[in-house]
């Protein structure tokens, strides 16, 4: 059985992704970092809170907030909407892997001899139509 991995689709932008009317990962909602560093050995947060997702802005790293010897550089521009793109290309490979493995363990406990089957392919994770 072959998979296109166009078939696994989004329910919202970052999951759940449903595949044959299943559910193969969950949804995240959110997505941020925080700052901390020790002060007199205590965890203190430093900064506000910077969320990656939902995507209302494009947060910016502050190396003088968690480098002792921050580079010249003081701010950091990332580029967030390829990190967005990858988590969500990441997200659907976990959905494909989690299902292939349903299917292989299904088919084991069955008596099948799927790995026995000169025919027998398994979609590679890290080929996908949807680079």
């Not at 997702?53 to 580079?71: D, G, K, R, V």
């Not at 989690?98 to 099948?112: M, V």
């Amino acid at each position: 059985m072959e998979i296109d991995y166009t078939d696994f689709t989004f329910d919202n932008e970052y999951g759940p992704i449903s595949y044959k009317g299943f559910h193969w990962t969950g949804q995240i909602t959110e997505i941020y970092w925080e700052t901390w560093k020790l002060d007199q050995g205590v965890p203190k947060q430093v900064g506000v809170r910077e969320f990656i997702t939902p995507a209302t802005h494009s947060p910016q790293l502050q190396f003088n907030e968690f480098l002792s010897n921050p580079p010249s550089e003081l701010q950091k521009v990332l580029d967030w909407e390829i990190f967005r793109t990858r988590l969500k290309l990441a997200i659907r490979r976990m959905a494909v892997a989690r299902f292939c493995e349903w299917r292989y363990l299904r088919a084991k406990n069955a008596g099948d001899d799927i790995i026995g089957d000169p025919d027998y392919e398994p979609p590679s994770l890290f080929e996908s139509k949807d680079k």
